[in-house]
């Protein structure tokens, strides 16, 4: 009788969850847990060292998943971590970063993993 009961919660918190990830999606969230509305209060990190010409190394990623400002300030919080790098993120899935020393483009696709997104290609 205990095992049915047990079961019988579970498969109601399971429902419950479903039903608001659905709902966050029907109203353009994507799921990251934002709310799909304006998104513009949302802390982006910020890098000490904003000065491009301090960055001879370039490359431009296209990262899969991202879908609002959460989304953006994740990824580039991610890559920031790593030492010497300065990360610029923009919809649909475009990120550029910026590097003082030869990058290394696995260190960031490792970085980019991390955060619950994907590099194409």
Do not use: N, Q
Not at 25 to 44: F, K, N, P, Q, Y
């Amino acid at each position: 009788m205990a095992d049915a009961i047990i079961f019988v919660v579970v498969v109601m918190a399971v429902i419950v969850v479903a039903g608001r990830y659905v709902r966050t999606l029907r109203r353009g969230g994507c799921g990251c847990g934002c709310s799909g509305r304006d998104e513009a209060h949302v802390a982006r990190p910020t890098v000490a060292d904003t000065d491009e010409a301090h960055y001879p190394y370039a490359v431009d990623l296209t990262v899969e998943g991202m879908h609002c400002e959460h989304c953006l300030a994740s990824v580039e919080s991610a890559l920031d971590a790593i030492g010497g790098v300065w990360a610029r993120a923009s919809l649909p899935d475009r990120v550029r970063v910026l590097s003082k020393d030869p990058v290394d483009r696995a260190a960031l696709s490792a970085a980019v993993e991390a955060a619950g997104y994907h590099v194409a290609g």
